[in-house]
């Protein structure tokens, strides 16, 4: 059978910052042999595709021509081998609901990646990570379809080009591919990465998976606005990477300003840190404002759109540039745009 085209879809409640868009045309494809058909289709008849997982990193215009795909095949299956674990993941299955029901199993890897929104497939292209974990530390291989021809291809973790909040998918592949299965590598031995802030401070003697994922939970419930109460898309900033020497100068400044010093002697800093000391926490302008307990993630309290997003987005950059001369650059993407 063929996954049904809709015509004219709303996608408002299918991307985290609940901006209001409409697509000419959506399709949610159950299974890689439907996917193959409706990319066929879309070359065809020439429609612009927008590929959408679960629609939390990325800032979508009111509407969408061509064909938005959303990849819907959701199963996953383990195969055993020793100690480790291979996980394999379809694009579709939601990332948090994976790491849950894999920390529930005991096994270690991806517990500290607890409640990340958005689903498995887009889970490469940004190198999702939290609380000193990212997900290329335990990513075998990802499966993917070239959206020319239709070719299926196996990348390993070293093919993605890995950086901080970034890969292959968003630089030379971005638009050429629909990933479509993960391969993560999981353990049975013991490994707790407990080094980020208070993680430590917040489990016992003992910690397993779970005990590790819950408490991230709760350390994300405490700062990070809750997508299905006020709309965001986590991040809205990455965290800036600058040279050493504008590192020292700002610290000669700010002492206690977070810095984290690069294995290539640039210093990562914290965007959220360089907001708020703009005095912009819990700034509001319009329908959006800055969240008042994490400066880094921008909300939206409804009937806005993305245009006056990016202008909002815009002049929290260029405060920050001002103050601190540091460039901020946007994490989430520009859907039909970038
Ligand atoms: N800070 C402030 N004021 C703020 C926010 C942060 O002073 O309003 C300071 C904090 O006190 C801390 C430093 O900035 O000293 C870093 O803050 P935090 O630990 O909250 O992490 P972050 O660097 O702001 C990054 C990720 C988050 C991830 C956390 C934890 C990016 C762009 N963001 O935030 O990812 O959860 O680390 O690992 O790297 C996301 O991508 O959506 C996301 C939430």
């Known amino acids: 059978m063929s996954p049904r085209l809709l015509v ?15 697509a000419d045309r959506f399709v949610a494809p ?4 439907e996917l193959q058909e409706v990319l066929k289709l879309a070359g065809h008849q020439g429609w612009p595709l927008t590929l959408l997982g679960g629609g939390s990193n ?3 215009p009111e509407r969408l021509p061509g064909l938005v795909v ?5 199963d996953w299956w383990l195969e055993e081998q020793d100690d480790t674990v291979l996980v394999h993941a379809q694009a579709g299955v939601v990332w948090h609901e994976l790491v849950m029901v894999l920390a529930r199993r005991g096994l270690w890897g991806i517990e500290n990646l607890a409640l990340i929104p958005g689903h498995c497939g887009a889970a490469p292209i940004q190198n999702i990570g939290a609380y000193g974990v990212e997900l290329r530390e335990v990513l ?3 499966h993917l379809l070239h959206l020319d021809n239709g070719r299926e291809a ?3 973790a070293a093919d993605c080009a890995f950086g901080y909040r970034d890969s292959i998918f968003k630089g030379s592949l971005e638009g050429r591919v629909v990933i479509t299965r993960l391969v993560l590598r999981l353990s049975r031995t013991p490994r707790p990465r407990l080094g980020y802030g208070d993680l430590a401070g917040r489990l016992g003697a003992d910690p397993t998976p779970l005990s590790v994922a819950e408490a991230v939970c709760a350390i994300r419930r405490e700062k990070l606005p809750d997508p299905a109460e ?8 990455k965290n800036p990477l600058v040279a050493g020497e504008q590192a020292a100068r700002l610290l000669a400044q700010s002492p206690d300003m977070p810095h984290f010093p690069q294995p290539d002697g640039r210093v990562k800093l914290a965007a959220g840190w360089l907001i708020d000391q703009c005095g912009l926490k819990g700034w509001r302008h319009g329908h959006f404002g800055v969240h008042d307990r994490q400066a880094l993630v921008l909300v939206h309290f409804g009937g806005g759109s993305a245009g006056e997003l990016l202008a909002f987005a815009e002049r929290i950059a260029t405060r920050v540039q001002e103050r601190f001369g540091v460039s901020l650059e946007r994490e989430p993407r520009l ?4």
Do not use: K, Y
């Not at 959303?70 to 959701?74: I, L, R, T």
């Not at 006020?230 to 900033?237: D, K, R």
């Open 335 to 338: 859907a039909g745009a970038d």
């Open 154 to 156: 196996m990348f390993t």
């Open 8 to 22: 004219g879809h709303d996608l408002t409640r299918l991307n985290t910052l609940g901006l209001p868009c409409v």
């Open 140 to 142: 075998d291989a990802v």
């Open 58 to 60: 990325l800032i979508l």
């Open 30 to 33: 159950g299974d890689e042999r």
């Open 70 to 74: 959303q990849p819907a095949m959701a």
């Open 230 to 237: 006020l709309g965001n898309a986590g991040s809205f900033f």
